[in-house]
């Protein structure tokens, strides 16, 4: 076997024209509706994006998008929440708040427990800050067997 090496979707920035064409075309199909593309503002959106989730996540954010779509281009606010307040946000804000972690630190549990608390346990929010997508925050916590809601105190 010869090991194969894929770079994550934040370093193949040139990919996502045409992934995100391949979802649309894909969601057409499945949903029966006609949407032409993206806008040029949610195109720069999510060309933006750092796509901690990779390709999964890019599918699902159109997916998303075809779901608030109303006309037969998405627009910004047709993208997920989580995506369009980053896009927003000065780049001295992203990741802000909690503790700050360097690249290399590991996630624990304790430190997801302490950040999900300065999130007022916003799943969301406590991705934006680690740089990964709600859906791994998620996984962490059922692996961690941390509850969904804050606990009672």
């Not at 593309?37 to 990779?54: C, E, F, K, Q």
């Not at 390709?55 to 993208?79: I, K, M, Q, W, Y």
């Amino acid at each position: 076997m010869f090991p194969i090496r894929l770079p994550p979707l934040r370093e193949r920035k040139e990919d996502i024209p045409l992934l995100i064409r391949h979802f649309i075309d894909h969601q057409n199909q499945v949903s029966g509706k006609a949407i032409k593309g993206v806008s040029h503002s949610a195109m720069r959106i999510l060309m933006d994006h750092s796509w901690p989730g990779n390709v999964r996540e890019l599918e699902n954010a159109v997916e998303h998008a075809f779901v608030l779509c109303s006309g037969d281009t998405v627009d910004p606010f047709d993208l997920p929440v989580e995506i369009r307040q980053l896009a927003y946000k000065p780049a001295s804000q992203r990741g802000g708040g909690g503790r700050s972690r360097s690249p290399g630190e590991r996630l624990t549990r304790e430190s997801l427990i302490d950040l999900l608390d300065a999130c007022d346990w916003n799943k969301a929010e406590a991705g934006r800050r680690l740089g990964r997508s709600r859906t791994a925050i998620w996984k962490y916590m059922k692996k961690w067997g941390i509850p969904l809601q804050r606990p009672s105190s």
